[in-house]
């Protein structure tokens, strides 16, 4: 299968469950995206969020409705085309314990020594080229990275794995105000004209979203623009 070179999302009425919960994590979510559409999820804690982005990367599958990438139900994806197709950065950037270089190919397998120092300097993170380069140990045993170089880490995979669709779940919590600033502004330049969701507590920077998104309660309670809400 193809990668898709732009990806429009759309979910019909999906409703989900964890396994053994008596209570729906989503409730007949209904939500259109056009493709290269910026799009922010707002709610409180628990109210679905990540799950939703958990269902469009298949983690899991709807109880019931419908979710289709392109006008292809998503169970029809082989898992490669799948994975092609997303750039994930989850609430929890994993780092594993090898060199700085292995923790950026996952993202991208073929790229070059030259095409990661790229990301890395993009993503503000030349200084961890300081000592040994891409050959230093990171994770245990190694330099351990702070909340910003993590999450910068899993932006500069993310721009490594250049997938037409975004999916970034509170890429900025945690983080300082500059920090934060510094991230937004790279992401609203690494997604030019993809297909961007994310998931974020915060009220600051939500103009630069087309469309915002409050859900509560595993529902869409309201959308609309920064204008507009
Ligand atoms: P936060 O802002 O705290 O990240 P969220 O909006 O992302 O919250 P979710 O993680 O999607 O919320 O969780 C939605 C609901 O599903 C919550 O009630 C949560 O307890 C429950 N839940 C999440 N993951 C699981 C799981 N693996 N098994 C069972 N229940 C889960
Ligand atoms: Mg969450």
């Known amino acids: 299968q193809p990668v898709p070179p732009q ?5 019909q009425n999906v409703s ?6 008596p209570q729906q994590a989503l409730s007949d979510i209904t939500l259109t995206v056009e493709p290269g559409e910026h799009i922010a999820i707002l709610g409180r804690t628990g109210c679905g969020k990540s799950t939703l982005l958990q269902l469009i990367t298949r983690a ?7 979710l289709q990438i392109n006008g292809t139900p998503i169970e029809s994806f082989d898992e490669a085309a799948l994975r092609a197709t997303m750039s994930v950065v989850t609430q929890r950037v994993h780092l594993f314990s090898a060199t700085l270089r292995d923790n950026l190919l ?14 890395l300097t993009r993503t503000g993170l030349e200084k961890l080229l300081d000592d040994a380069g891409l050959n230093a140990w990171l994770g245990e045993g190694g330099r351990q990275l702070s909340g910003g170089e993590l999450r910068r880490l899993a932006i ?12 970034l779940d509170e890429p900025t919590e945690g983080l300082d105000a500059e920090t934060e600033g510094q991230i937004l502004d790279l992401l609203a330049d ?4 993809k297909t ?10 939500l103009s630069r979203f087309n469309r915002i998104i409050v859900m509560d309660n595993g529902q869409i309670i309201e ?7």
């Open 156 to 167: 500069a995979r993310a721009l490594l794995h250049d997938a037409p669709l975004m999916l």
């Open 106 to 119: 996952l993202a991208r397998p073929e790229a070059s020594d030259a095409q990661l120092s790229d990301a």
């Open 7 to 11: 990806v429009a999302l759309s979910l």
């Open 223 to 229: 959308q609309g623009t920064h204008a507009t809400l």
């Open 60 to 66: 899991w599958n709807p109880a019931a409705g419908t």
């Open 190 to 193: 690494v997604a030019q004209g």
């Open 16 to 21: 989900f469950s964890y396994p053994h919960q």
């Open 196 to 205: 961007v969701l994310l998931v974020t507590h915060r009220l600051k920077g």
